[in-house]
């Protein structure tokens, strides 16, 4: 590794292996030694992690973070639904067949021209006199 692609806090900080700052002075050692009790006193001190979490499981408490699990196949961690929408299938297309067959004709030709008639824009139905070269390329504005 080059020296000149690395940052300046590389030569000008003293590590200690793990990218951390060695406390060098008294004070710092006393500062990190007051900190940890702190920490010990609360129990939030990375030693006692193990010790938190067998007491939080102990008491029947769920794991806050836990990342359900997508896999394929693994449908009981995760509830999952194919239903989109409200759960009602009532619309045109699913009863198309009880439909008369100049009806069904009609409805899919109306539905043959609902396209974004403008650049990002949503579907529209395109009437008689849509210019049908132009479809999808004009703006909304002009």
Same mark, same amino acid.
């Given at each position: 590794?080059?020296?000149?692609?690395?940052?300046?806090?590389?030569?000008?900080?003293?590590?200690?292996?793990?990218?951390?700052? &060695?406390?060098?002075?008294?004070?710092? *050692?006393?500062? +990190?030694?007051?900190?940890?009790?702190?920490?010990?006193?609360?129990?939030?001190?990375?030693?006692?992690?193990?010790?938190?979490?067998?007491?939080?499981? &102990?008491?029947?408490?769920?794991?806050?973070?836990?990342?359900?699990?997508? *896999?394929?196949?693994? *449908? &009981?961690? #995760?509830?999952?639904?194919? &239903?989109?929408?409200? @759960?009602?299938?009532?619309?045109?297309?699913?009863?198309?067949?009880?439909?008369?067959?100049? #009806?069904?004709?009609?409805?899919?030709?109306?539905?043959? *021209?609902?396209?974004?008639?403008?650049?990002?824009?949503?579907?529209?139905?395109?009437?008689?006199?849509?210019?049908?070269?132009? #479809?999808?390329? +004009?703006?909304?504005? @002009?």
């Amino acid at each position: 590794m080059s020296m000149h692609l690395v940052g300046p806090y590389m030569t000008t900080t003293k590590y200690n292996g793990k990218g951390r700052k &060695a406390p060098n002075s008294e004070r710092e *050692r006393k500062a +990190k030694a007051e900190h940890d009790a702190w920490l010990r006193k609360r129990g939030l001190h990375p030693d006692q992690k193990p010790l938190r979490d067998a007491m939080a499981k &102990a008491r029947g408490a769920r794991e806050i973070n836990k990342i359900p699990d997508y *896999r394929e196949g693994s *449908r &009981a961690t #995760v509830p999952l639904s194919n &239903a989109v929408g409200n @759960g009602f299938k009532t619309g045109v297309m699913e009863n198309l067949h009880k439909e008369k067959p100049e #009806v069904q004709k009609e409805i899919l030709a109306k539905a043959s *021209r609902c396209m974004p008639l403008y650049n990002k824009g949503g579907y529209q139905y395109a009437t008689e006199g849509t210019d049908m070269t132009m #479809v999808g390329s +004009k703006t909304r504005r @002009g």
